[in-house]
């Protein structure tokens, strides 16, 4: 009897090279909101591994069923992420031989940190969805294959954060970040977000997009060093009030 071989391609190999098309062996799994995910994504994905079938689900309750095929690769809508890692045990006993991804909308601009993926119990790796489709589905090999992937931008924040770590003052305190580091048009959003106004909010009063406004505000987290749009405005407060003690003094 011939010695089968399986590879990336989908085809099995005997042992004199003849080839024939296999089924479905691996499930690719989506934890994502409807829609996230283009049909014409999914068709590209099962042309170029006809090995894999994709199953597309919207909550956790679903992902952690048992499916036809073994699951592969997990991949997690970034909004799902930490709903996801609070199932990570659950996710890993029914699906032990599963990789994890976590999907960013963007490869320029990345809500995931590299802390983020060092200290998840779950996700291993990082995939934007705006890359060209050669690219993106040579990175879905590369998980398929058991890889890890993470952006080249991703690298290179967490590398300028490392650079731009807060100094330090003699008496070994550390010094927090200022708002003197955000543009006009961060601080002016800034000063909205701490006054309790939503993003459409802002949006409409400075007379951009929603998700300029969110891009605006992805870059005053990171430049303040803190971890969400509460925090900041929180932040933004402590040194208003406390300009406004040493004015009284």
């Known amino acids: ?127 934007p969805m705006d890359l060209r489709l050669d690219v993106w589905l040579s990175i879905m090999r590369l998980l398929l294959c058991g890889g890890q992937y993470l952006p080249p931008t991703l690298i290179l924040e967490s590398k300028l954060r490392h650079q731009k770590a807060p100094a330090y003052a003699d008496n070994g305190i550390a010094q927090t970040p200022t708002v003197a580091a955000l543009t006009t048009r961060e601080s002016q959003i800034l000063g909205m977000v701490s006054h309790g106004l939503q993003n459409k909010l802002i949006a409409a009063e400075c007379g951009l997009s929603e998700h300029t406004v969110k891009i605006h505000l992805h870059h005053i987290i990171r430049k303040l060093g803190v971890h969400n749009r509460t925090e ?6 402590n040194l208003h009030d406390s300009s406004r003690a040493m004015n009284e003094n």
């Open 1 to 127: 009897m011939g010695i089968y071989m399986m590879l990336l391609d989908g085809n099995e190999h005997d042992s004199v090279g003849a080839s024939r098309r296999v089924g479905p062996q691996r499930v690719i799994l989506i934890l994502a909101n409807s829609g996230s995910i283009s049909p014409s994504l999914v068709d590209a994905v099962e042309r170029e591994f006809p090995w894999t079938r994709i199953e597309q689900v919207e909550t956790l309750a679903a992902a952690c069923a048992v499916f036809a095929y073994p699951v592969a690769l997990i991949l997690v809508d970034r909004a799902l992420m930490r709903k996801a890692e609070a199932e990570a045990t659950e996710l890993l006993r029914i699906h032990p031989h599963a990789l994890t991804a976590v999907i960013e909308p963007y490869d320029k601009v990345l809500v995931t940190s590299l802390t983020d993926v060092v200290r998840s119990p779950l996700i291993r790796s990082v995939l």
């Open 232 to 237: 900041a405005a929180a932040h933004f407060r």
